[in-house]
């Protein structure tokens, strides 16, 4: 397994963390593009694809299953990736990397940044991927989307779900990091 590899789950993982910026705020008010049925979800899961380029480029599979503060993740892919496991508690983070190996902490942002060596927004993932930015965060709304803690979150597919209508893709990118997330299910 690559060295590409064993970070690619700490990226995600990282996606779900907080940051500040210093953007305007938007009125609460203002609507946004995107689904009303997307505004009050509280529990969810999803099955889908993420593509990630960085200095290399990866394909994986995902399964994300969010119910309030606790998310359990599910990476699998090819080329060595293998099965990772990664659940975050309120603000204690877990990687299982499938060989009896488990990383524990509770200091997400001191643990995402020892492992990828930068920080990355980990909770806010947990809204982007509806399509909809973080409460009450800075965040300046654009043609395509909205940037959010530094990063550039576009829907550019919705479909009809079980839930509602929800996004099926999000382009979501910061310098050099690009993810591609194609959303094929979504449950409650």
Known sequence: MTNFAAR????IAALLLNACTGVKQLDDREKWSMPESALEIKQWKMRGRLLIRSNEVLNVNINWQHNGLKDELSLFGVLGLGKKKISIDG????????DGNKLNSSDIDGFIAQQLGFV?????????VLGRPIKYKPVIKNKNGFEQLGWQISSSRFKSTEIGVM??????????????????RWEK
């Open 8 to 11: 690619v789950s700490l990226i």
């Open 91 to 98: 603000e204690n983070i877990s990687l299982d990397n499938g």
């Open 120 to 128: 990355v927004p980990l909770t806010a993932l947990r809204q982007w």
């Open 167 to 184: 996004p099926h893709k999000l382009k979501i990118s910061k310098k050099q990091i690009k993810l591609i997330l194609i959303i094929d």
